[in-house]
């Protein structure tokens, strides 16, 4: 009788004459790549894919090369048509990717790009499917969920293990066990965990234990419920991750132990933190990472000096974090202003600067509908600073503008960014170029002075879906200017973009005459990608989005130069 080993290496097996159905790329290795794979029970947004990233950190800084996925259950087939009010913002990775916004946690914590590769929704896996299905790849079969769409799911965790050559390969399921959307990838992993063999997968199940005021005690038995459902899947959890607002009693994780056959020393508690960069810390403290080693027969791998030199560094980092540090108020101007997972990287990239510079940055958010020049001074009287992020449409723009100007005549820190950089050339070209019908074709189509137009490249394929230049391209700095100071004096720099309009190339002379300095364009096209005005004691906008690449040990230079300008201002 054939096994599943054998059966390994005969990958794709489709001839109908058996069961299996387990197609491989070209020379991966069964057993090889670990994987540590994390589920959400009770709710969603707890935090999968911060615990995991935490972890996943612990494993790099040992030595160990890791590579996160997450494994959407939504059917569309990148989030770039997602509405970051319902779902958090768009993370734009190098290779143009509109990922979920957790790419951005992960990006952040390993410090490290990351690609397509490492983000997969439904709709990618049952596109593939449907392909396959066409082409005749299935050979008569009928298509099923299993073995097909979990093969298939399988079969991009295995490309993944096997083209980045992953020691560990971290998979973040959407969602919570029991979505009717993501029983397949719960599936595929209970099939995974049994073709790879012993020591190969750990299942984490992350839960939340209730605390309700009415009670004052911690209650176990939604998570209990929870790792249930889980078990009723087939898959026994390695480590269940407690989530709660206050550190998990030793009674509650006696409770959940014995109710799902977890050692009670991997039932951890990941209660709320000032910072989720202390969080690798608290899973350090636990042992999970040692824990997590063992399980997978990974103990000889690593290098110990490594993480002490890693650990320091980044510990250099997190003291900071409970220093007392000067406060600041940051404004920032925007739509989605009640939900501030749509303005997640821009947080991020203010915290890392803050804590670097030693500035405690709130943050005022400023709904711009009414907003006008004569009561802008209301708004912005009591912020240091002032940011306009990016956004599409028409709403509170007028607004916006007003705040730009305010910015800009009062020497109030600005940035700027991509809307917020088109904002700032409208505004110029408006109240210091007199061009009074100055705007963007995208607020009003039919404007007079166009100052801010669609691509020529993305005119010709609008309409289309996913019609914007988008993803990392270089910038070409020019010497002497505030851009070139804060990037270290380069001169060809590396920025993400997600937008469809730009500067229109026939004002960029009128604009410069009149004091504007773009200090950043792009090689080979006249596409501006930074502006600055000297004189000002901080004015810079960019068509980029610098906040997706800022990270804890090496914040971004932009906002760097915010919070610095900001602080100088509130502390002269
Ligand atoms: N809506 C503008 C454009 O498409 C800005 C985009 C953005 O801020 N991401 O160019």
Same mark, same amino acid.
């Given at each position: 009788m054939k096994n599943a080993n054998t059966l390994l290496s005969s990958a794709g097996d489709t001839s109908g004459e058996n069961e299996y159905f387990i197609p491989m790329p070209k020379g991966y290795q069964k057993g090889k790549t670990k994987y540590i794979i994390v589920m959400g029970t009770v709710m969603s947004g707890l935090g999968k894919g911060i615990f995991s990233s935490c972890l996943a950190k612990l494993l790099l800084d040992k030595g160990l090369k890791v590579s996160p996925i997450k494994l959407e259950g939504? @059917?569309?087939? *990148?989030?770039?048509? !997602? %509405?970051?009010?319902?779902? +958090?913002?768009?993370?734009?990775?190098?290779?143009?990717? #509109?990922?979920?916004?957790?790419?951005?946690?992960?990006?952040?914590? @390993?410090?490290? *790009?990351?690609?397509? !590769? %490492?983000?997969?929704?439904? +709709?990618?896996?049952?596109?593939?499917?449907?392909?396959? #299905?066409?082409?005749?790849?299935?050979?008569?079969?009928?298509v099923q969920m299993i073995p097909h769409v979990t093969g298939e799911v399988k079969l991009r965790l295995r490309t993944l293990a096997h083209d980045s050559r992953a020691d560990v390969v971290f998979v973040e399921i959407g969602g919570t066990v029991g979505d009717l959307e993501n029983a397949f990838y719960i599936e595929a992993m209970r099939e995974?965990?049994?073709?790879?063999?012993?020591?190969?997968?750990?299942?984490?199940?992350?839960?939340?234990?209730?605390?309700?005021?009415?009670?004052?005690?911690?209650?176990?038995?939604?998570?209990?419920?929870g790792i249930r459902e889980l078990m009723q899947s087939g898959v026994q959890p390695n480590i269940v991750a407690c989530r709660c607002s206050n550190p998990?009693?030793?009674?509650?994780?006696?409770?959940?132990?014995?109710?799902?056959?977890?050692?009670?020393?991997?039932?951890?508690?990941i209660h709320d933190s000032a910072s989720i960069y202390t969080i690798p810390a608290m899973l350090r403290e636990a042992g999970l990472d040692f824990e997590v080693l063992r399980m997978l027969k990974l103990e000889d791998k690593i290098n110990l000096r490594k993480e002490r030199d890693e650990w320091a560094k980044w510990c250099s980092f997190t003291d900071k974090i409970s220093q007392t540090k000067k406060p600041l108020t940051i404004g920032i101007t925007g739509k989605y202003t009640s939900v501030r997972d749509s303005y997640?990287?821009?947080?991020?990239?203010?915290?890392?600067?803050?804590?670097?510079?030693?500035?405690?940055?709130?943050?005022?958010?400023?709904?711009?509908?009414?907003?006008?020049?004569?009561?802008?001074?209301?708004?912005?009287?009591?912020?240091?600073?002032?940011?306009?992020?990016?956004?599409?449409?028409?709403?509170?723009?007028?607004?916006?503008?007003?705040?730009?100007?305010?910015?800009?005549?009062?020497?109030?820190?600005?940035?700027?960014i991509c809307l917020g950089f088109q904002i700032a050339v409208i505004e110029y070209a408006r109240n210091v170029c007199g061009l009074k019908d100055a705007n963007s074709t995208e607020i009003e189509p039919n404007c007079k002075e166009p100052v801010i137009n669609i691509l020529p490249e993305q005119k010709k394929i609008e309409g289309l879906g996913g019609n914007m230049r988008l993803g990392g391209y270089d910038v070409i700095l020019k010497p002497q200017t505030l851009a070139w100071e804060l990037f270290g004096k380069s001169e060809?720099?590396?920025?993400?973009?997600?937008?469809?309009?730009?500067?229109?190339?026939?004002?960029?002379?009128?604009?410069?005459?009149?004091?504007?300095?773009?200090?950043?364009?792009?090689?080979?096209?006249?596409?501006?990608?930074?502006?600055?005005?000297?004189?000002?004691?901080?004015?810079?906008?960019?068509?980029?989005?610098?906040?997706?690449?800022?990270?804890?040990?090496?914040?971004?230079?932009?906002?760097?130069?915010?919070?610095?300008?900001?602080?100088?201002?509130?502390?002269?």
């Open positions: 939504y @059917l569309n087939v *990148d989030s770039g048509t !997602l %509405n970051p009010f319902r779902h +958090g913002e768009v993370f734009v990775l190098d290779d143009g990717m #509109e990922c979920d916004m957790d790419l951005g946690t992960y990006e952040r914590m @390993l410090d490290h *790009d990351l690609s397509r !590769l %490492n983000f997969c929704t439904s +709709g990618q896996i049952y596109n593939s499917v449907l392909n396959k #299905e066409r082409h005749g790849d299935y050979l008569g079969r009928d995974l965990a049994y073709e790879e063999g012993p020591n190969s997968c750990c299942f984490v199940a992350l839960t939340y234990i209730l605390e309700p005021n009415t009670l004052g005690e911690q209650k176990s038995k939604a998570a209990q419920l998990v009693s030793e009674k509650v994780r006696q409770k959940i132990s014995v109710y799902s056959n977890v050692p009670i020393n991997r039932v951890v508690s997640a990287s821009i947080i991020n990239a203010l915290e890392h600067a803050g804590i670097t510079l030693g500035g405690d940055v709130n943050i005022k958010w400023i709904e711009t509908t009414n907003v006008n020049d004569g009561n802008a001074a209301e708004y912005l009287r009591d912020v240091d600073g002032i940011i306009v992020p990016g956004g599409f449409g028409v709403r509170g723009t007028e607004g916006k503008i007003s705040c730009v100007k305010y910015a800009r005549v009062n020497n109030l820190p600005y940035l700027g060809r720099i590396r920025m993400r973009f997600r937008h469809r309009y730009e500067v229109d190339p026939r004002y960029i002379e009128k604009l410069e005459k009149a004091g504007m300095v773009f200090s950043g364009k792009a090689p080979n096209y006249p596409i501006m990608q930074i502006l600055e005005l000297p004189g000002h004691p901080y004015f810079i906008g960019t068509q980029a989005h610098p906040c997706l690449t800022s990270r804890p040990l090496r914040p971004q230079p932009m906002f760097l130069g915010l919070v610095a300008a900001s602080l100088r201002k509130k502390y002269p």
